[in-house]
């Protein structure tokens, strides 16, 4: 018996984009390009369109559509991807000319998503998203597929059997809906339990491929997967993180961003992105090495703002710098730090400025307990640091840092702060 090893050769892409002057086409592109790569696409060639407006038929317009439909017969070209959102009728428009399929960013991006979901909850988010924005589809492709033919034949079972998987999706969606309300419900109960422990929670945000994930790795040994790749890891990692002021915190990874942040991203991944939300400092970490730093941070910026999280305090983690040719300045808000994950530096000032922006929890203060309140002392060790010990006829004397409630009940004992 033989035995062949089976490689699927990669499906040769032509990207597609429309230039009407609302956002930067050319750097879009080239972030759908590495989107593209990153689902395992061979990049054959790329059209960026000038217009007023997108073509409601084409996307690109009917002339560029005629060059579109020669390049890819001419190419081999298997599937199409245009940088924009793009309607039923267009990708049947652009499919039927081109005979070439064709998906638009928000499909690339689920496809990614997709394929790297690892938890049962990551699962379980981007089928919702998928089946959600599948079914505007399922239907205009319906409508289209009972235009081909006539007469005898093509009416009834094709309608019937779309009405079916209209249903079949509905029912879908909502079951998922339901188990994700409950999985949103227990992260709730934890985020509540970490709060009435009084665990102070660090979110680290930032653009896809920011280095999220190797800033875990280097603080904490998370052992989360680390790669150069957009969207590496979805699904939120949790750890503990001991800063030098002895202070433990928990940090919290997550999902990383892109421009133009598909809806139904943000809705699916809503509870996982609610960490950013519920955290008391957030680490908005960036690429500094690319041209678009300054942009990937705006993105990051309006994304929180849509989270309602832009109230909560920030730190911008500048990363890669060990890739900077020359030093330039990056416009950035609040507190900045440059650092490399990947070489260690930098971060002992990381961890520094993390002490000196969360909230005061704890204060020192030295203290003489009596002899006979010896709990009061083993509740200051358990909770707190002891950095001095000695004993007088009057009681223990200490030097301690207590939790600031804790001190205000035991406040008939502190000497001096």
Known sequence: ????????????????????????????????????????????????????????????????????SAFCKNNDIDIIIADSELTPSQINNIETKTGARTVDRTMLILDIFAARARSSEGKLQVELAQLKYSLPFLSGRGKSMSRLGGGIGTRGPGESKLESDKRHIRRRIHSLSQELEKVEKRRNLIRTRRKKDGIITVAIVGYTNAGKSTLMNTLTSAGVLSEDKLFATLDPTARRLTLPSKREVMLVDTVGLVRRLPHQLVDAFKSTLEEAKNADLILNVCDASSDECAEHLSVTSSVLKELGADNIPVISVMNKCDKLQNAYDMPVIGKTVMISAAKNEGIDRLLELIDESLPKTKARAKLLIPFDEGHILGEIRKRGIVYTESYSEDGTQIDALVDIDYLEKIKRYIVSM
């Not at 990049?43 to 005629?66: D, F, N």
């Open 1 to 68: 018996m033989n035995f062949y090893e089976n490689n699927q050769n990669p499906e040769r892409a032509l990207l597609i984009g429309v230039d009407t002057g609302e956002y930067d086409a050319e750097i879009s592109m080239e972030e759908l390009s590495l989107l593209a790569e990153t689902a395992g696409a061979e990049i054959i060639g790329t059209v960026i369109q000038k217009l007023e407006a997108v073509s409601p038929a084409t996307y690109i317009g009917s002339g560029r559509m005629a060059e579109v």
